[in-house]
T-cell receptor
């Protein structure tokens, strides 16, 4: 079964420090995409970063980087130099090919609290 | 561009009532999706569409119907609402199918539905 697991319901980090949010995935597909989304308290879903299953280098987008370990099926999000505005819910997601087209499977999320 | 819009933003229904949620996107995207988000859980896919006139079932399709008569619109219908359908509903869209794995999804702001 295709699944995304985020084992950290909540995380605390001090402002300006780095934090890693864990994500493991399960699929037998060879081709898939991994995404991270941020959901602030206002409720909207904001795309952060993408990693393709065939990408050899880890993706980076500003202060966000994705630590992709294919053999371990993990796709952890690293946020460097945390800011108060980073306090939000973070979702890991996997995009796979399904009957009729592609679909995206989401994890349960990790709530990040950034302390001043 | 407005991106992805959803109407209404909030709705309260009584058990057994019906309603339709409208999702509209102005980015000429092929794929559109309906998700629901419940407390403590990630997003779960209800239905999706890979193009005008097509629909497919997602993870939790029971009790919902959808239609994609126009490329820019994706409607989610509840024929007989139940309290278990109380949730926040998100619509999303993504561009084309040829490299669909690599396409991020653009989300609407969500609709908060309460069924009494």
């Amino acid at each position: 079964a295709q699944k995304i697991t985020q084992t950290q319901p909540g995380m605390f980090v001090q402002e300006k420090e780095a934090v890693t949010l864990d994500c493991t995935y399960d699929t037998s597909d060879q081709s898939y995409g991994l995404f991270w989304y941020k959901q602030p308290s206002s409720g909207e879903m904001i795309f952060l970063i993408y990693q393709g299953s065939y990408d050899e280098q880890n993706a980076t987008e500003g202060r966000y980087s994705l630590n992709f370990q294919k053999a371990r099926k993990s796709a952890n999000l690293v946020i460097s130099a945390s800011q108060l505005g980073d306090s939000a819910m973070y979702f890991c997601a996997m995009r796979v090919l399904s009957t009729g087209g592609f679909k995206t499977i989401f994890g349960a999320g990790t709530r990040l609290f950034v302390k001043a | 561009n407005a991106g992805v819009t959803q109407t209404p933003k909030f709705r309260v229904l009584k058990t057994g009532q019906s309603m339709t949620l409208l999702c509209a996107q102005d980015m000429n995207h092929e794929y559109m999706y309906w998700y629901r988000q419940d407390p403590g859980m990630g997003l779960r896919l209800i239905h999706y569409s890979v193009g005008e006139g097509t629909t497919a079932k997602g993870e939790v399709p029971d009790g919902y119907n959808v239609s994609r008569l126009k490329k820019q619109n994706f409607l989610l219908g509840l024929e007989s609402a139940a309290p278990s359908q109380t949730s926040v509903y998100f619509c999303a869209s993504s561009p084309d199918t040829t490299s669909g794995i690599y396409n991020e999804q653009f989300f609407g702001p969500g609709t908060r539905l309460t069924v009494l």
